[in-house]
């Protein structure tokens, strides 16, 4: 059985010609760092294509980089052991990203709570809500400010799919995301 929070016609996947991205756990153990590294070769990717207007570029690449770099490293904070799997894509007015890998059952349960609440009132309300919340001390642990300001200042969509593990203590978490950019023939 799967869980859907989110935008359901974002779930169907990113779209034809996507870029895979592949960060594995081994001896090096994924880290910040990769994260860094990871969106801003997507930022960069993506952003190319608006390279003849300097504005476009900076904005675009500033855009997608903060979006992709918000969602490797939730999956590298909350994953659990395994490998993250990126993927993004990218129209002609949108760019559309992936990122899956699994975590704890505990972990998926605080995860989907917070998204009970993220995903049901206005973005923006939410988030004066919880940078209020946070700058009293009453704030949660992992209280979405990242994911929220995406949604209210970015115009991001976002959609998550929790799975049926095949192990209990492992629940296989798709997160897709999309946000506007614009089209590069104008």
């Not at 855009?63 to 969602?71: I, R």
């Not at 704030?139 to 400010?145: D, E, M, Q, V």
Request: with cysteine; net charge negative.
């Amino acid at each position: 059985m799967t869980t859907l929070y989110g935008m359901a016609d974002l779930a169907i996947g990113t779209g034809e010609n996507v870029t895979t991205l592949r960060l594995f756990d081994g001896p090096l153990d994924l880290s910040w760092k990769h994260c860094a590294m990871t969106s801003d070769f997507v930022a960069e990717f993506v952003a190319l294509r608006y390279r003849t207007s300097r504005n476009l570029y900076k904005e675009v690449r500033h855009n997608v980089g903060y979006l992709t770099n918000e969602l490797i490293e939730n999956a590298v904070k909350f994953r659990a052991s395994g490998e993250i799997v990126v993927e993004a894509a990218v129209g002609s007015n949108a760019f559309r990203a992936k990122v899956s890998n699994f975590v704890d059952k505990e972990t998926a349960q605080r995860f989907q709570h917070l998204l009970s609440e993220i995903t049901t009132g206005d973005p923006g309300e939410l988030l004066i809500k919880r940078i209020e919340e946070n700058a009293s001390g009453d704030g949660p642990s992992g209280s979405g400010l990242g994911l929220l300001t995406l949604m209210s200042d970015y115009g991001a969509h976002f959609a998550w799919v929790f799975g049926s593990g095949e192990q209990e203590s492992q629940i296989p978490l798709e997160t897709y995301a999309s946000i506007t950019v614009p089209d590069p023939s104008n």
